[in-house]
Structure formats: structure tokens, C-alpha cells
Nanobody, 129 residues
Framework: QVQLVESGGGSVQAGGSLRLSCAAS????????MGWFRQAPGKEREGVAA????????YYADSVKGRFTISRDNAKNTLYLQMNSLKAEDTAMYYC??????????????????????WGQGTPVTVSS
């Protein structure tokens, strides 16, 4: 049974940093592409960043490019999202997700929620200005 458990969310002032983690279990973690998504109240879920199965390729939404870094440790079955220079508009519930298809897609296709198969429960991030 695939399980994804996020942690590391919290409240921070604008300009601050947080590091999210996602612990994966129940499947061969290193085979799957992984992504981070977020959903703010009243808004649709949006893709933030994605990383290929081996970690060699990444993709970021324009809104977080240069501020967020996605990484993975396949030995620890863990996905990370380092978030720096946080803004009030980054406030949302953050989710990690796993994609069964190991292929790396073209550009923004990698952060489309509908292409991901397994989801965690989310961790909240609140950024105060």
C-alpha cells in the first residue's frame, strides 16, 4: 500500500524559509517521478515542482522558480521541498504526490495534478506579511 506522509509545514513570516519533507513507503520509491502541489483556500490545486525518478531532472512553476528547490533522497525514500523567500501568496496546503509513469514529460506536463496517482494528506504552510 502506497503511503506518502508530508511534514515540515508551519507558520513563517514573509521572507522566511521552510523545508517540507515527504516520506514514502509501500512501493519502489526510486522508480516514480515525484511532485509537490499546493492548494490555497477557494483555489484549485496547482503544481509547484516535480523531479524525475533519479533526480536528474526538475521542473518548477514560474511562481516559485528561483525560490523553491525540490530534491529527493532515494536511499531514504524521502522527497524534499526547500522554500526560501516565502511570500504571503505561498500560503496553502502542500501535498506530495507520486506518478507511476517513470517517463519525464515535457515542461509543465510534469506538474499537472491529473498525471499523479498517489497523494499524501498535506501539510499546511502559512506565510504572514
Amino acid at each position: 500500500q502506497v503511503q506518502l506522509v508530508e511534514s515540515g509545514g508551519g507558520s513563517v513570516q514573509a521572507g522566511g524559509s521552510l523545508r517540507l519533507s515527504c516520506a514514502a513507503s509501500g512501493y519502489t520509491y526510486s522508480y516514480y517521478c515525484m511532485g509537490w502541489f499546493r492548494q490555497a483556500p477557494g483555489k484549485e490545486r496547482e503544481g509547484v515542482a516535480a523531479i524525475s525518478s533519479g533526480g536528474g531532472s526538475t521542473y518548477y512553476a514560474d511562481s516559485v522558480k528561483g525560490r523553491f528547490t525540490i530534491s529527493r533522497d532515494n536511499a531514504k525514500n524521502t522527497l524534499y521541498l526547500q522554500m526560501n523567500s516565502l511570500k504571503a501568496e505561498d500560503t496553502a496546503m502542500y501535498y506530495c504526490a507520486a506518478r507511476i509513469d517513470p517517463l519525464w514529460y515535457r515542461g509543465s506536463e510534469n506538474i499537472k495534478p491529473e498525471s499523479y496517482n498517489y497523494w499524501g494528506q498535506g501539510t499546511p504552510v502559512t506565510v504572514s506579511s
